[in-house]
């Protein structure tokens, strides 16, 4: 019994402390925020409460690549949620392709809903690239992709595929596993 409360104390300290994070980011800060300055918000903690191997992050002094593949749902809130923002001591670059081969290596890929029945071939593309992967609802994960957002009750929320990313040598904080769905691939 003294097991299960401290560990649901343990839980809503980590809820506590991802939202005051996500209240702070600077795509939120002014007003009710849309569905999108919520997600790329989202990504930016995405960003902080995941481990990518040392090789990944190399060289030193390299930047941190999130990209979106199709098209953009994010307009400027992307840009926002990430503007002279350092993550994990490295400097963002967002970038935008039709293709994996125009992004280049990308540590976040969020894969567009105009890419969904791309969504299967892009992940095999991928292969174990240590990439994080994202998309709009849960035909991601169960696909094998390890982000999905998902909404609920008119709330943005998520779902992680977190045997997909420990494929990868990704390591998802389990503050970060406290606020989400967990499910497994198909």
């Known amino acids: ?30 007003g009710a925020p849309s569905e999108h300055q919520v997600k790329a918000a989202f990504l930016y ?12 992050l190399a060289p ?33 670059q967002i970038a935008r392709g039709r293709s994996l081969a125009a992004l280049g290596r990308c540590h976040i890929l969020f894969l567009s ?3 969904q ?10 292969g174990t690239a240590p990439t994080l992967t994202v998309a709009d609802g849960p035909a991601l994960v169960r696909q094998g992709g390890m982000i999905s957002f998902v909404m609920d009750a008119k709330r943005v929320r998520f779902e992680i595929n977190r045997g997909a990313a420990e494929q990868v040598g990704l390591r998802i904080s389990s503050k970060l596993l406290a606020l989400a769905r967990i499910v497994e691939s198909a």
């Not at 903690?45 to 990944?56: H, L, R």
């Open 1 to 30: 019994m003294v097991a299960v409360r401290l560990r649901f104390v343990r839980r809503a300290i980590a809820a506590t402390a991802l939202l005051s994070a996500l209240a702070t980011t600077p795509a939120v800060q002014a």
């Open 117 to 126: 029945g791309r969504w299967p071939e892009l992940l095999k593309e991928l």
């Open 60 to 92: 030193a002094g390299s930047s941190l690549r999130v990209c979106v593949v199709g098209t953009d749902p994010f307009g400027g809130a992307l840009d926002e949620a990430f503007r002279d923002q350092v993550v994990q001591g490295r400097r963002v």
């Open 45 to 56: 903690n995405f960003a902080n409460f995941v481990q990518w191997p040392e090789a990944a």
């Open 113 to 115: 809903q105009s890419e």
